[in-house]
């Protein structure tokens, strides 16, 4: 069974930065996109960011474009989000995801429902 495990949230003023990383483990990592969502109390689930397997495309929601950068490493089977001037709003669960599918070299989902193995999720607060 596929393990996806977040780890690197915590608490930090607003205008500060935090690195998440996800590893994924049991399947071959460098087939699949992988993706960042994050979920406040009483929203929905929305998109953060996703990069394609082969790392040389990758999308970033509107509103963290500029401050947000994800990355990943397909030898250690991980992929980071480096989030600089974290906003109070932003104060979430975080969560990683493997793609159910495998995708072309430039492409990554950013429909959460294309998105199968999830990891339990890491709480980011940004207080102001």
């Known amino acids: 069974q596929v393990q996806v495990v977040e780890s690197g949230g915590g608490l930090v003023q607003a205008g500060g930065s935090l690195r998440l990383s996800c590893s994924a483990s049991r399947l071959t990592f460098d087939n699949y996109a992988m993706g960042w969502f994050r979920q406040a109390p009483g929203k929905q689930r929305e998109g953060v960011s996703c990069i394609s397997w082969s790392g040389g495309s990758t999308y970033y929601a509107d509103s963290v474009k500029g401050r947000f950068t994800i990355s990943r490493d397909n030898a250690k089977n991980t992929v980071d989000l480096q989030m600089d001037s974290l906003k109070p709003e932003e104060t979430a669960i975080y969560y990683c995801?493997?793609?159910?599918?495998?995708?072309?070299?430039?492409?990554?989902?950013?429909?959460?429902?294309?998105?199968?193995?999830w990891g339990q999720g890491i709480q980011v607060t940004a207080s102001s």
């Open positions: 995801a493997t793609a159910r599918r495998k995708t072309e070299w430039w492409d990554c989902p950013t429909d959460p429902n294309k998105y199968r193995n």
